[in-house]
């Protein structure tokens, strides 16, 4: 069992950067991958990056790839989002997740994914 706490949300204007924190309790980050979704208003929640439990190679969404940095501190059992060129269609609910690291890989799909935060609003002003 983990618990997940995502921080670091706000307004920023379009062109500006934020970094997202998600901060894990109980089990211990690595043993888990992680990945990080968002979800707009009126809209299905979709994947934005996933990382696997030992920081190996990472995964984007075409619309972040080349903007957003995800990365882990397993010591500080923390994995960050780092988003640079915001742009006002990445205003959603940003939420972090976990999943069985026998998945590595797999970090499509919600629905791969055991563990939920309760997301943090990230707002960008055009």
């Known amino acids: 069992q983990v618990t997940l706490a995502e921080s670091g949300g706000g307004l920023v204007q379009a062109g500006g950067s934020l970094r997202l924190s998600c901060a894990a309790s109980g089990r211990t980050t690595s043993t888990y991958n992680m990945g990080w979704f968002r979800q707009a208003p009126g809209k299905e929640r979709e994947f934005v990056s996933g990382?696997?439990?030992?920081?190996?190679?990472?995964e984007y969404s075409n619309s972040v790839k080349g903007r957003f940095t995800i990365s882990r501190d397993n010591a500080k059992n923390t994995v960050y989002l780092q988003m640079n060129s915001l742009k006002a269609e990445d205003t959603a609910v940003y939420y972090c997740a976990a999943q069985e690291r026998s998945l590595s890989g797999h970090y499509y799909s919600p629905h791969l994914y055991n563990y939920w935060g309760q997301g943090t609003q990230v707002t960008v002003s055009s």
């Open positions: 990382i696997p439990w030992n920081g190996g190679s990472a």
